[in-house]
């Protein structure tokens, strides 16, 4: 069995990209860094690499993180200006044994020196939008940081391998040198190929205080499906974030196990994901919080694709 999950349906053209490559059988370190590289490259999404919204200073940083689930090798940058892909800097990393993690100017450095594509990473577009909200934000009790969302994917090879990887610009408008969850382990991203990966979206500073994607992994090891910990894993944060400071932010998350069985949950209205497996064409499906708390997962049909699609086109103003 071979698979491959995303968060949001700005994945959709890296996950088929990702299956293709699964299933003539390449390798999942390769076939995620692929899908991810595609999310990275696509100026209109407007949160993850070229085109990814500025922090307060008009700056495009961002976080990627990669992890191979055999070996537990981790890499990952934070706060990275000007390179093209960031989660290529991440998995390059991964193969070092310390120094595995790096942030802003010594991230660069590093970048620099392995030869990564350098570019400025602010579109006309980013920067227009990133105009506005300082605009509104001086009339209006605008909220600064609405607007993120990260890619994070979890990919399963034909010789049972497993890895995960995200990569987003994080929030709008973040203060500089601010880092979320994506590019830390455990709360962005888990996997161990002997049980499965999870990766997370949604508000970096609360998904963290969960370390969201090592507990859907746990609950997976001891042996609840990816939909069943995912629900857990959420709905437990969410409980006790309220508990403790009375408000949850936006946690949403995806998991696939070593079977190539996945899930999805949100504590929000909207979450997308995007999934193809040996046995699964790839799809977008509309993850759907109940009242009750579990979620019921629909296959998007492509007419609301479309449409999704030439909203984020319009929204980015392309
Ligand atoms: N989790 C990301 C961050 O806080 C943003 C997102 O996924 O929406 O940086």
Known sequence: MWGIIATWRMAK???????????????AGDVIETAIRRV??????????????????????????????DTWSVGAVAALRDYANPVSIAKRLSEEKVNIVLVGEGAEKFAHK???ER?????????????????????EAGQPY?????????CLDTRGKMTSATSTSGLFMKRKGRVGDSPLIGSGFYVDSQYGGASATGLGEDLMKGCISYEIVRLMREGMSPQGACERAVNQLDQELRRRRM??????VIAMNQKGEWGAATNIKEFTIVVGTEAEEPAVYQVIRQPDGHCQLEKATSEWVENDEQKEKVAAGV
Do not use: I, W
């Open 13 to 27: 053209e890296g996950v088929k990209e990702g299956c293709a490559l699964l299933k003539e059988g390449k390798a």
């Open 40 to 69: 990275e490259d696509t100026p209109y999404y407007q949160s993850v690499g070229y085109g990814g919204l500025p922090n307060e200073e008009s700056e495009v940083e961002l976080d990627a993180a990669y992890m191979d689930g």
């Open 114 to 116: 392995e030869g990564f």
């Open 119 to 139: 570019k400025n990473m602010l579109t006309a577009q980013a920067k227009a939008k990133y105009q506005k909200r300082v605009e509104g934000l001086k009339t």
């Open 146 to 154: 609405s607007g993120h969302d990260t890619v994070g994917m979890v």
């Open 247 to 252: 408000e949850a932010g936006d946690l949403s």
